[in-house]
DNA sequence: CTGAAAGCGCTAACAT
DNA sequence: ATGTTAGCGCTTTCAG
């Protein structure tokens, strides 16, 4: 017997239909052949179930239509954010997305970008949480296109989107000023991150702006999480130092900062202001809701996938020539910055603000972005990217 | 020329050691060599930096080890847990998990089923949100083994792993009972999903066997979503209906009704006590932190990676035979239930013991599963599995 | 329009 | 121990 046993292949639906499995391959691709061929194909191919084994069609064409996105923490909805967005493009055209979560282990994110070499997917989007000397070196040597979602040195070579969180951070704490806070606490994430070291520069130079002196106690670094925000923000409110406000370096820190603010009775925003950062939908589930500083996640997805299949698809090619392929081989490196918008919510918001607000939220849509009265009057600020 | 271009393969690396592709393949799978002939092909794997084409192994060998896992909502807290239990099995074993956002559309589940012909991953967890004939004709011609984390008819011939989301729903209402609540609201997510409905019938076993009389305009069902939670019990607040308990079918639904209860100055849970379902972290983040049924998610995973693992590996066969294989083809089809727990919170409990939660909460870390003085002394309820 | 045949990169007989 | 070869399932020349 020829074909037995296991799942149909185009030599069984060849055979069924009586023609040669270059007759199947053709009519299931829809590259014409006779009525009669066509018809009798397609017909053994349904009766027969089959489903053309995607293994063998890659090994044969290269190339595997999927894509993969490689992020530090599956649970942190900024990601969430990400993925949705990133899916919005790539689906469309046919591409599968592998979903990837490093936890933040940087050993974890060099496997990912190596394993590009593997041929397991097209393309990468990875959102490194540190960069190393051994992050630059593999994403230079990636054997097919990567796209950055994070801040890299100038010149690395690789497509990049980045926030630019240094502003982001600013706008947070230029409005905790704005509204006559003065002794604000940070909770931050790791400070060895880029994201960590980024928002502790623009916390501090939003105080300098202020004339407010830096305080290292004020700080406090953990990691980024629930979790880790409640602790953090408990040990600024329990060493007596007069905070009166909280700037946190992600919603979920936030979330664990309102929570240790709650737990000692204390009342957002009058004794304590907090801000996040991300504008997730924690930012929006919390009460009182968040202050946040978008960042473009999503927004940033969906251009790092747009930057992804532009290099995998030469669609509509500058008439310069044939540039295409590889991460940065051909075609010059992108490199965008997505400016951050702080939203006004509840949590920053004065009393009488708050007040508008309950009001409002009796009707759904709840109002977003409500301004503090005579503090600001556009409550989305966009920051200027350097 | 023999091997140009593009990555190295077995060949390119055979030429540069001098040796067969045979004795590089072997060598690189670690089936032995000579001493000599291992050193050359591992130094001219090193220098050309070969990384296997995995693509062409799974055509060789049959398999991708690579597994999918399909949910509803990535989003969603209970799913991403799931996703961190199958990892901690899969991983070890050295397979790649494929990350599969349905977004609760069947047909996309569906699509995911058809998907295991295509040879792309080696096995299934899907989590269904509804199962119609469609579904079960599916899987019960699934190419390959599948595990469903959900409720499935009797002999659906499927590998399955279900929370007892009926009982579940039934300790949350015992529990708002015995604390003395007799208007108790009910916010579903759609009430034509499987869990939707096994929580609709939940509620209403306990509210008879608490001699409540059922009252329709007391339930709302619309989504598993924090805004559609906020809109429905907000609705439900609005409609003057007396409410003083409210039970939420997931976290995400109670954290939206929490909101729209503090928007209206309802203090929880003095005026509006809360559960949710799930326990996921939202409900210790948010504030007050929630009550909910704990139905298991990480554990079901759990559970369900290894089922599909013990489909795939046949590691330690039962005496009786080699039954193996696909789906429910070889060896007797899994079935296994996971017992809901209650966690009590200060959602529900009274001041009395949110005041004994706010004094301990302030030494990390804080206290779970806080009993209500007087109604329960054991927090965690296992409840029967029906 | 159709069939025969090559070959994607790899592993595993099989032969030496 | 090593080399030769077949073949996984598919697409795509190349003849006819």
């Known amino acids: 017997m020829t074909s037995s046993g296991g799942p149909p292949t185009v030599e069984t639906i060849a055979e069924a239909a009586g023609v040669s499995i270059a007759s199947v391959s053709r009519v299931l691709n829809g590259h014409g052949g006779r009525p009669d061929t066509v018809r009798r194909v397609e ?17 044969k064409g290269g190339r595997t239509r999927q894509l993969t996105f490689a992020m530090p923490d599956i649970g942190n ?22 979903l990837h979560s490093t936890d933040a282990v940087a050993e974890d994110e060099l496997d990912v970008v190596r394993s590009l070499a593997d041929r397991t997917s097209d393309g990468l989007i990875i959102c490194p949480i540190r960069v190393t000397d051994a992050h630059l070196a593999a994403l230079a040597t990636a054997s097919g296109p990567v796209v950055v979602i994070g801040s890299l040195p100038e010149g690395a070579g690789v497509d990049s989107v980045r926030a630019d969180s240094v502003s982001g951070a600013m706008l947070a704490v230029r409005h905790l000023v704005a509204l006559g806070r003065r002794r604000i606490g940070f909770v931050n994430g790791p400070a060895d991150t880029v994201p960590g070291s980024h928002r ?5 130079s939003a105080l300098a702006e202020a004339g407010l002196a830096p305080e290292p106690e004020l700080t406090v670094a953990t990691d980024f999480s629930v979790e880790a925000g409640a602790a953090a923000a408990g040990r600024l409110l329990d060493a007596g130092l007069g905070i009166d406000s909280v700037f946190c370096a992600n919603d979920q820190l ?3 900062a309102a929570h240790a603010a709650h737990d000692r009775g204390l009342r957002i925003p009058e004794d304590l202001a907090v801000v996040g ?9 919390s009460h009182p809701a968040l202050t946040s500083v978008d960042l473009g996640s999503g927004e940033r997805g ?23 392929g590889g991460s940065a081989s051909g075609g010059s490196v992108g490199r965008v910055t997505v400016a951050p918008r702080l939203v006004v919510r509840a949590s920053t918001a004065g009393p009488g603000a708050a007040t508008v607000r309950q009001e409002a939220a009796r009707h759904a849509p709840p109002p977003e972005r409500v301004a503090p009265p005579g503090v600001d009057t556009s409550a989305v600020c966009a920051g200027s990217a350097t």
């Open 277 to 285: 950062m991300d504008d997730s939908e924690l930012a929006r589930a």
């Open 77 to 98: 909805p900024a990601y969430v954010s990400m993925v949705r967005q990133i899916q919005t493009v790539t689906k469309p055209l046919g591409y599968r997305l592998l």
């Open 200 to 204: 502790a520069t623009g916390y501090r």
């Open 43 to 59: 017909r053994a191919a349904a009766e027969l179930g089959y489903v053309p084994n995607r293994v063998a069609r890659s090994l």
């Open 254 to 256: 936030a979330l664990g």
């Open 302 to 324: 969906r251009l790092a996938a747009e930057m992804l299949v532009a290099r995998l698809e030469p669609a509509a090619p500058a008439p310069g020539g044939p540039a295409s």
